[in-house]
């Protein structure tokens, strides 16, 4: 199935043309960027969390710790709300009330189960690494039995989601087209810096392509 | 009072040394970035928007359209909590498990109020347009009264607010510094491109300064 059918909540209520709902577009957000924001209730009031994730076909991976009492709590499978926001740009119109920001969003409903097994709990975090720095899991010291212990591995599906896009330039009113002021775009994007040895590097290791080259491809 | 004393839920209960919540720490976040999430409960669930968003003083401004069910949701005074993310870099240890994130972010939970005076929601939506683009307000058209009525201006209190920062070099286990991999951070930060010029520009304007050399002040 090429789109994911929109359910009452995945449905682009407001600006219904930024509405998107084919998988490639929603996973082309998903694997460009790599922090979400999980948003949840406890006790009747909403909670945040900012989190490194990664896509695994058609679910989403995340991780934290055993002592987390909120991670613990999502590992529960209660209800969450899942937003991945990549942000292009600012859109300057000729009208204060039409300026606007060119962004992709994607958005998840669903409730997040736990990874309970250490093999798949190895292969979900060699996944995660992957995602946010590839090259970089082969380099490191693997997880030991005890970190893993203390890893909870939390996998989402992606069966509701949906993504709201705005791309291009202002849209203004018809009659302001006539004043004398720029319009336009200001693209934005995030880059990485050169890399910083950690000062305790005890030899004078090389900076692997991974780290010194680092950029996210641009997806969509 | 320099200092937010932290409430049950502003507390940061993880990794308690990074939790801060003297006011300057808060406000330098918010004031650096103009994007955050906003979550909330709607029949039982969680929902969260993206959005821009301004400082002034000891409350935060956002805006929306009248047309939204879930602006008019927050209008209404539901509790919210609104995250502010700051992603400065990927550090990378020695091993897997003590791969993490440098970041500063803020979150502030609270009930938002709606802004009703015509006078109060320009003064508020002039705040949000000179937060996120410097020098915009004054160049374009200003806001009719019929654009005032169908935008929703919201204030949120500061009262409830912590931040929490992770910077600096990864963290090993003390036999792994021993490991001959490379181990540091790759410094991440989002900037502005050369603006794009709106097609449907009739006169040959300049582009101005503000949005040629758009950048965020660095704060903390």
Chains 1, 2 share one sequence.
């Not at 957000?29 to 076909?57: K, Q, S, W």
């Not at 009208?95 to 998840?108: D, K, L, P, Q, T």
């Not at 939390?154 to 849209?171: D, N, T």
Request: hydrophobic share 40%; with cysteine; glycine share 6%.
């Amino acid at each position: 199935m090429k789109s994911i059918a929109p359910t009452e909540r995945t449905k682009v209520q407001r600006l219904p043309q930024r509405g998107e709902y084919d998988r490639e577009t929603i996973y082309a957000i998903l694997d460009e960027a790599f922090v979400c924001h999980i948003g949840f209730v406890i006790d009747g009031e909403p909670v945040m969390i900012p989190t490194g994730y990664a896509r695994d076909g058609d679910r989403l991976i995340v991780h934290g710790s055993q002592a987390s009492r909120l991670m613990r709590n999502l590992a529960e499978g209660v209800p969450v709300c899942v937003t991945v926001t990549i942000l292009d740009g600012l859109v300057l119109a000729r009208s204060a009330f039409h300026h606007s920001m060119n962004y992709r969003s994607a958005v998840i409903f669903g409730r997040a189960h736990c990874i309970e097994s250490a093999e798949e709990k190895t292969e979900a975090l060699r996944l995660l690494s992957e995602h946010i720095v590839p090259g970089r899991w082969d380099d490191v010291r693997q997880p030991t039995p005890d970190e893993l212990k203390v890893t909870l591995v939390l996998s989402l599906s992606l069966a509701e989601a949906s993504a709201k896009i705005r791309r291009g330039p202002p849209v203004d009113d018809r009659d302001d087209y006539d004043l004398a002021v720029w319009a336009g775009e200001v693209p934005l994007e995030t880059i990485a810096r050169a890399p910083i040895a950690d000062p305790q590097l005890k030899s004078p290791a090389e900076v692997p392509a991974y780290a010194r080259n680092y950029r996210r491809p641009k997806k969509s």
